[in-house]
């Protein structure tokens, strides 16, 4: 049943109040139920769910339920009340004699009405509250006894206070709540009883369903009376809060139309005087920009386009504003502006050289790009460079003294983490906020068409449910078809031809090979120390010295000081480590010099101690004598070359082969090939055959916290294991390095420069490499070359006969456990010995 409170207040001179008014007095014609000699009445019981009707007060109530209709039926044929009671559970649809509060209402019913939905409606007034005492009859509709309950409240100041502010209240809410009619207040000025008050109250500002409820089951007029006044003071809360909402959005409103009017008031007086309004007035500006500036004929036609969009378009439409943000991205991108190239070679080689110290590849793929360019200037075409390496090893300073020497303008361009695909391509104008890609961005900042542009971090692209970046830079770096780039943004073809374009990497594998096939790789391997000391002098000191605060010659590191802080305080390819290193240094000298304490005038070898505390990188050291089963390779690193000692040991065993020291899966595949090849020469190293199955080989590589892998170790773990084999010790002066197949031919490896001055800087004295990398050495300083005897072999024969010694030393006996020698009867003991031997 549900309950609406606006028929009381209708205006009664309309037909719809009168049909109202007439149904009403119908009503009051009804008397209430005569008490019998207990107080108790006797009425039909109908069930109220979702509403709830007060004492006095008149309401529609609508009945689905027939229990309930029937009831009706049978008080107006009595022509008697009814007793309402309100349900505990409104979503019970049979409710028995225990689902009633036990306070409801005595009411007048009049006539039902059918709606169309199938429940039927009628107009009730109640009369007075009622105490549920029992249930005379539950079918075929319930009748119930009740006691009726008076109110009397002896009227003193407390009453009369209360009445008041429950008044004055009430009055503020109807002022505020524009559904309630003033005739209300009027109606609450002339009750005198403060029950019969709150109940008006409730009934007109209708709170939430338990708390009528709650109102309805509470007997004393006062309490009733105080519960109203506080609903009363949150009802006006809320209500001043909708007031001041709606105030300030109708005074917004008022704004907006007043200012229309105003802007169309001043549109019409400068027409008459023969001015045009700011917005016209931009538009011509913008369209005077559009014509005077140099544009592709596509790219004009479709800003002038736009422009006439925005022309035809209120200036507060929302989209005006992404017209214009267009319009401005055409006109500020470069379309035909470009710096004039500088093709001087000698000038170029000048810079390249006064801001880099070796690099001998890229340099001279640039200079080379340059003469070619300055014999045909029209040539288009323009390198895509990739410059690999470890970190800190100059790929992004090369790129901005390229730009140097060339005369062009210098942009970069962070790919580290982008895994959007808009990133690149931009979003479309479709989406709120929407801009051009990273390349359009960048290539807005350049302002030229022909800029130096630097991809840094290629290999650092990721790839998401976002799209594959680095699929769309396929088209940025493919010159047959970057010259028609397109952006999602801008919808236009952009040339990107003119461009050239540098991409940085860490290593090849993260790049796509389609991508990597688009591109030009120089490598930039790691520096020595020689390249790093000449680096240190001509670059880092000057700038550490300056940003210090230090004179130029106030200090003079000693060659012995940039060499312990190269090989003990630093473990890099680059050198920003050892630029930080020296620059602690200056830092704690410029501390001295500003505390006006006495300071050195030159750093040694000894006082690097002092400023940067202990050795924090330990180098593996050449063997000090001549051993059985322990060999030197050199090895590559990215931080440069290193010496690797291969150690074997043979114990009793069963023929098994163990490798540790964390080698990976080629190294470990070149152990067993040398292994194979040893076996299968037994009889020239005058090794017994059996011998391979009653020991364990274990092959160990120090540093076992260091991953180690590669073919390069092949012909050392070979020498080492004849050496073990055949007790023949291995020259401590000799390091090798050298791939090995099963027939003992030497193949060829890679970094054979970082390799041979590893040698060098551990003291040996000959190097053993496979004779196809006698190439190599071009790029190997003549110093270390002259100091090291390069020895170039084909076959590890050559290897062994170089690295081993010619008769065989007294070899050690395989070790075996106390347990397996009881077990075969031999008595190792000392006393045993003594046996024997006698």
């Given amino acids: 049943m549900k309950s609406s409170n606006d028929f009381q207040w209708r205006d009664e001179n309309d037909e719809f109040g009168e049909a109202i008014h007439h149904r009403t007095e119908e009503l009051y014609q009804v008397s209430d139920a005569t008490p019998d000699e207990e107080g108790l009445i006797e009425c039909p019981v109908i069930s109220l769910r979702d509403v709830v009707v007060f004492p006095h007060m008149v309401s529609p109530i609508f009945m689905v339920d027939e229990p309930s209709i029937m009831a009706v039926e049978e008080a107006q044929a009595a022509d008697q009340t009814v007793i309402a009671l309100l349900q505990r559970n409104s979503d019970q649809e049979n409710p028995g004699p225990g689902d009633f509060y036990p306070i409801g209402i005595e009411m007048a019913v009049g006539r039902l009405l059918d709606m169309p939905d199938g429940s039927s409606s009628a107009l009730v007034q109640a009369r007075r509250r009622v105490e549920l005492v029992e249930f005379s009859m539950l079918d075929p509709y319930m009748q119930a006894r009740a006691r009726p309950l008076t109110e009397k409240v002896k009227v003193n100041k407390e009453v009369d206070a209360t009445m008041r502010t429950a008044r004055e209240l009430f009055e503020r809410c109807i002022q505020l709540n524009r559904s309630i009619p003033e005739e209300a207040y009027l109606f609450a000025l002339n009750i005198e009883e403060p029950g019969w008050l709150a109940d008006m109250i409730v009934t007109t500002i209708s709170p939430p369903l338990e708390e009528r409820h709650r109102l309805l089951q509470t007997m004393s007029p006062m309490e009733r009376l105080k519960r109203v006044v506080k609903l009363l003071a949150q009802e006006i809360d809320v209500l001043e809060l909708e007031d001041t909402i709606h105030s300030r959005a109708q005074s917004e409103v008022d704004r907006t139309q007043r200012e229309f009017y105003l802007r169309e008031q001043m549109k019409a007086i400068q027409t008459e005087l023969g001015d045009t309004d700011p917005w016209s007035r931009e538009l011509s500006e913008l369209r005077s920009r559009v014509q005077g500036i140099s544009l592709p004929e596509e790219v004009q036609v479709r800003a002038l386009k736009e422009i006439d969009r925005l022309n035809q378009m209120p200036p507060m439409s929302p989209e005006v504003a992404i017209l214009r943000t267009y319009v401005d991205w055409i006109i500020e991108l470069p379309w035909m502006n470009a710096t004039d190239d500088n093709l001087d070679v000698r000038h170029a080689a000048e810079i390249l050289e006064q801001y880099h110290y070796g690099l001998p590849r890229a340099k001279e793929r640039i200079l080379e790009y340059i003469a070619v360019k300055s014999l045909k200037p029209k040539r288009s075409r323009q390198p895509i460079l990739c410059f690999i390496g470890p970190p800190g090893t100059g790929k992004t300073s090369l790129g901005r003294s390229i730009a140097e020497a060339l005369g062009r303008k210098f942009v970069r361009l962070s790919l580290g983490g982008v895994r959007d695909e808009a990133e690149i391509r931009g979003h479309r104008r479709t989406y709120i906020g929407a801009l051009p890609g990273r390349i359009l961005q960048t290539m807005r900042r350049a302002g030229t068409i022909n800029p130096l542009f630097m991809l840094d971090e290629i290999d650092k692209l990721g790839q998401d449910f976002r799209g594959d970046p680095s699929s769309a830079l396929l088209e940025v770096l493919d010159p047959e078809q970057n010259h028609a780039f397109s952006d999602h943004y801008l919808e236009l073809p952009y040339d990107l031809s003119r461009v050239m374009f540098i991409t940085t990497a860490n290593s090849f594998g993260p790049i796509p090979p389609a991508l990597l096939d688009r591109m030009e790789v120089i490598d930039f391997p790691g520096y020595i120390e020689e390249e790093k000391l000449e680096i240190a002098y001509r670059f880092l000191l000057p700038r550490q010295l300056d940003e210090s605060g230090l004179e130029e010659g106030e200090i003079r590191f000693e060659e012995a000081a940039l060499k312990r802080l190269v090989r003990e305080y630093t473990w890099e ?266």
């Avoid at 390095?737 to 031919?745: H, K, P, V, Y």
């Fill in 573 to 838: 390819a680059g050198v920003r480590n050892l630029e930080r290193e020296i620059g602690r240094i200056c830092r704690k000298i410029a501390r001295l010099k500003a505390e006006g304490k006495r300071r050195p005038s030159r750093v040694t070898a000894v006082s690097v101690e002092k400023y940067l505390g202990p050795q924090q990188f330990f180098n593996l050291e050449a063997e000090r004598q001549d051993e059985i089963g322990v060999a030197t390779a050199v090895a590559w690193t990215e931080n440069g070359g290193e010496i690797m000692p291969v150690e074997i040991l043979l114990v009793e065993g069963k023929g098994n082969l163990q490798i540790t020291g964390q080698i990976g899966n080629v190294m470990q595949e070149s152990a067993q090939a040398a292994l194979s090849y040893l076996k299968s020469r037994s009889d020239q190293f005058e090794i017994a055959p059996d011998i391979y199955e009653n020991v364990d080989i274990h092959i160990h590589i120090p540093e076992g916290a260091i991953p180690k892998d590669g073919p390069s170790a092949g012909i050392t773990i070979c020498t080492a294991l004849v050496s073990a084999f055949t007790g023949r010790e291995v020259n401590k002066d000799v390091g090798m390095t050298g791939e090995i197949t099963l027939r003992g031919r030497v193949l060829p490896v890679g970094g054979i420069r970082e390799k041979v001055l590893a040698a060098h800087r551990a003291g040996l004295k000959t190097v053993i490499m496979p004779k196809k990398n006698l190439k190599d050495l071009v790029d190997v300083p003549k110093r270390a070359r002259s100091e090291i005897k390069i020895v170039p072999v084909e076959h590890v024969d050559e290897v062994l006969a170089i690295a081993l010694a010619p008769k065989p030393a007294n070899p050690p006996k395989p070790k075996r456990s106390r347990k397996k020698a009881e077990e075969k009867g031999d008595d190792q003991s000392p006393e045993a010995e003594t046996a024997k031997e006698a």
